[in-house]
């Protein structure tokens, strides 16, 4: 194989992987006619396409639509679209930790909703209803959101605040705070700072 040909095929794919993972779909003949290859090359190059992204563990890939005769992979949306199952993996995690008020966790919901794939807006409407019946928020939950952003919002801006620290000997005292980050781990948040 000359290499001319081979920086051809390499092209090629990459350009095919990239159309799919952009969420947009790869239409046999259309491809075929304008690379300049037979049908039988297509599918080599997308057996390539399709080992890589078995072999990388990326949970992706590539589907034929007989239908259309096109290939797409399932999950890949562009213009920075939640395909549905970040959507999915983003609620779960949200739910489970029980960190916002059942209506915070609504609104959030939503917001996601608005960004989701919309190609599969039914789908996405019922698991939003499904998550925000089944939420269960822990007994005296605080209101999070605000707070959290209003704290991200001093890191950004470098701003020092006052805390008030409870537990110790002289009762509740308040010392000036240099936030720095919020981190979550464990199923708690923690700020960080000086």
Known sequence: MAKADRTDEVNRILIMYDTMRRGREVHKEAFCMEHGISERTFERDIEKVRIFLSENYSGQRADYIPSRNRYQMPGSCENGELSFSELALILKILKNGQVLEKNEFEGFA?????????????????????????????????????????????????????????????????????????????????????
């Open 110 to 194: 939503r917001s996601l909703q608005s960004v989701a794939e919309k190609r599969k807006k039914d789908a996405v409407e019922k698991l939003i209803r499904q998550e925000i019946s089944q939420y269960e928020e822990k007994e005296g939950q605080e209101a999070f959101l605000k707070l959290f952003g209003d704290l991200l919002e001093c890191i950004l801006e470098r701003n020092i605040i006052r805390l008030k620290m409870k537990g110790n000997s002289q009762g509740k005292k308040r010392i000036r705070f240099y936030p720095v980050a919020v981190e979550y781990q464990g199923g708690e948040f923690y700020l960080l700072g000086y």
